[in-house]
Antibody, heavy 117, light 109 residues
């Protein structure tokens, strides 16, 4: 069974840091580019970041550029998102999603990040 | 990059057809044939319903279809069923970023 399981969310103060993880199973993780997509409470979806299979190509959305860092470990079938200088507006459920023809075909269940003092 | 424009809500009765529009620009929807659609039930993760404008992933009923004309993409759901009630989001590749629509709430009357 294909699974993506996010972890690492929680409550953090503004200006703080958090590292999200996404554990993949049931498919050949190293063959798929990966993304992080987030959803603020009661709001729509926002693409956050992309990483290619070999980590050679990385993109970020304008709202997180310079603060977030995406990475992956193919040997451990894992995707990561290091989030620094967190702001109130970063509060959201963060999903990891695999890439298929420039679409997001498999999604995890999400992990909630709350930025608040 | 601005969000794609979707109607806030649409509705239809069981058995009817509904169409959800998604309007972008010549830099995203109009430029790339990489429009995708996602269904999201409350409290659940999004599910890919359409990719490459009109292709359906395995397991998605053929009641769901996608199309594009110029800067506007559309998702049509025919033979509406109660379980189709959900939020729907369009998304377009736009170069290095991807851009989503604001979402459309589908109500099955």
């Amino acid at each position: 069974e294909v699974q993506l399981v996010e972890s690492g969310g929680g409550l953090v103060q503004p200006g703080g840091s958090l590292r999200l993880s996404c554990a993949a199973s049931g498919f050949t993780f190293s063959s798929y580019s990966m993304n992080w997509v987030r959803q603020a409470p009661g709001k729509g979806l926002e693409w956050v970041s992309y990483i290619s299979t070999s980590s050679s190509i990385i993109y970020y959305g304008d709202s997180v550029k310079g603060r977030f860092t995406i990475s992956r470990d193919n040997a451990k079938n894992s995707l990561f998102l290091q989030m620094n200088s967190l702001r109130d507006e970063d509060t959201a459920v963060y999903y990891c999603a695999s890439d298929w023809s420039y679409a997001f075909d498999r999604w995890g269940q999400g992990t909630l990040v709350t930025v608040s003092s | 990059q601005s969000a794609l424009t979707q109607p806030r809500s649409v509705s239809g009765s069981p058995g009817q057809s509904v169409t959800i529009s998604c309007t972008g620009t010549s830099s995203d929807v109009g430029r790339y044939n990489y429009v995708s659609w996602y269904q999201q039930h409350p409290g659940k993760a999004p599910k890919l319903m359409i990719y490459d404008v009109s292709k359906r992933p395995s397991g998605v009923p053929d009641r769901f279809s996608g199309s594009k004309s110029g800067n506007t993409a559309s998702l049509t759901i025919s033979g509406l069923q109660a379980e189709d009630e959900a939020d729907f989001y369009c998304c377009s590749y736009a170069g290095s970023p991807w851009v989503f629509g604001g979402g459309t709430k589908l109500t099955v009357l």
